[in-house]
């Protein structure tokens, strides 16, 4: 049979494309993931190589010198990205959802400013919702924007900001009371603003500070970072839309579409834990015969299997649902939930096999049992995803009378 997570129904070029992807994975990442990642250090080399594919405008419209490709394309470009190494995946997943709300919502000048530069990897996006006191309560954001003139001024503080020393845009959702009575619901007085910075850390520009990088578990080679606003001063043409109070279903929609993402990337983790676990298990030998050959471990690799093929194509009806205009937050939902959820457990069945030395550095495993994690809680967690699924189920179900 054909290796897992085979997608049908795709054309020449998407099958091109994939191909492309695939070969510079096997060849240009998987090589060096590891070693990057013990180190933290930003993979540049690889992020260059992206570039000259043109990923960094897959999506964003021929037009604007991008490829115009679907979510579906990008969707299967990250899961290959991921299999190699998640942490390059989300280094182009921000960037992504930065020129898909300019897509979607910028203006005719700000499309035409940004654009073609994002499609060249020459402008790097990044986006910031979250703040050190809220999670996925975006509701409660106290970042602030002040009308002053024909500017805004900005003051709060940020967290969990991928790419926030390495971008030179960032989409950051604020509030904004100008023209949003005392009263308004908090969801319809915030507002994206389009802040442009020089890359690196300390102050990126009068008014804005990128601190350092966060240590963290796994996610590494990426850098996630602070965004700290002093009296930041932003032009007013630098409103996503050029009108205030739509930011949070600006974002809203961005994050719809990173939930697709961050599904392809538990696929793609969970794809490349399973080839580790399938090619150890035919290498160890136990009580006379290849470890392959117990029952015990077959059970693992048949399960870990369907997982695998299960999520990829929830994560493929999720994108096409998507790209056919219709709403997709219940599909999108289920399958960021479905795909995290078994990408854990595919990573700890492969880490299992493994046995001792799925705890050596010196196997590519231990890497992935540090960074799946994270596909638990970007995005928004589990518990999040259920109620947006629970909520959506209540719509579609509901009780005539």
């Known amino acids: 049979m054909a290796r897992l997570a085979q997608t049908a129904g795709l054309t020449d070029v998407q099958r091109e494309i994939l191909s492309t992807v695939r070969d510079f994975v096997d060849k240009e990442i998987i090589p060096v993931a590891t070693e990057l990642e013990h180190r933290d250090e930003y993979p540049q080399q690889i992020v260059d190589g992206l570039k000259e594919l043109g990923l960094f405008g897959l999506m964003i419209p021929e037009e604007y010198g991008g490829l115009g490709e679907s979510l579906l394309t990008y969707a299967l470009c990250v899961e290959e990205i991921a299999r190699g190494w998640m942490s390059v995946s989300g280094i182009i997943n921000t960037h992504f959802i930065v020129a898909y709300m300019l ?40 970042s602030k924007a002040v009308k002053d003139g024909e500017e805004y001024v900005l003051n709060g503080q940020k967290m969990w900001l991928t790419n926030g020393g390495t971008s030179t845009l960032v989409a950051v959702l604020v509030k904004s009371d100008e023209g949003h009575p005392e009263g308004t619901a908090p969801h319809k007085s915030m507002t994206t603003f389009l802040v442009e910075k020089e890359p690196g850390f300390g102050e990126v520009r009068p008014g804005l500070t990128i601190p350092g990088k966060i240590d963290k578990m796994g996610y590494k080679g990426v850098d996630t970072t602070e965004l700290i606003m002093d009296d930041l001063r932003i032009p007013a043409n630098r409103v996503l839309g050029g009108t205030t109070g739509r930011g949070f279903y600006q974002m809203m929609d961005g994050v719809e579409v990173g939930r697709v993402n961050v599904a392809a990337r538990g696929c793609g983790v969970a794809q490349r834990a399973f080839e580790l676990g399938v090619s150890y298990a035919q290498q160890r030998h136990t009580f006379g015969k290849q470890i392959a050959q117990h029952q015990a471990i077959q059970f693992k690799l048949a399960e870990m299997a369907t997982k695998v093929e299960a999520a990829h194509a929830m994560m493929v009806n999720a994108a096409r649902k998507k790209d056919s205009g219709e709403r997709n937050d219940l599909e999108a939902g289920m399958a960021k939930y479905l795909a995290s959820e078994y990408c854990k457990e595919v990573v700890e069945d492969a880490f299992r096999i493994h046995g001792g030395y799925g705890f050596s550095k010196e196997y590519e495993i231990e890497r992935l049992y540090r960074e ?12 999040i995803q259920k109620m947006i699924i629970g909520r959506r189920l209540l719509e579609e179900y509901r009780l005539q009378g």
């Open 103 to 142: 897509k979607q919502h910028g203006t005719q000048e700000q499309r035409e400013y940004f654009l073609p530069r994002m499609a060249a990897g020459e402008v790097r996006g990044a986006f910031s919702m979250s703040e050190p006191a809220l999670g996925s309560d975006v509701s409660a954001i106290t």
């Open 372 to 383: 799946a994690p994270m596909l638990l809680i970007g995005e928004g967690t589990a518990e």
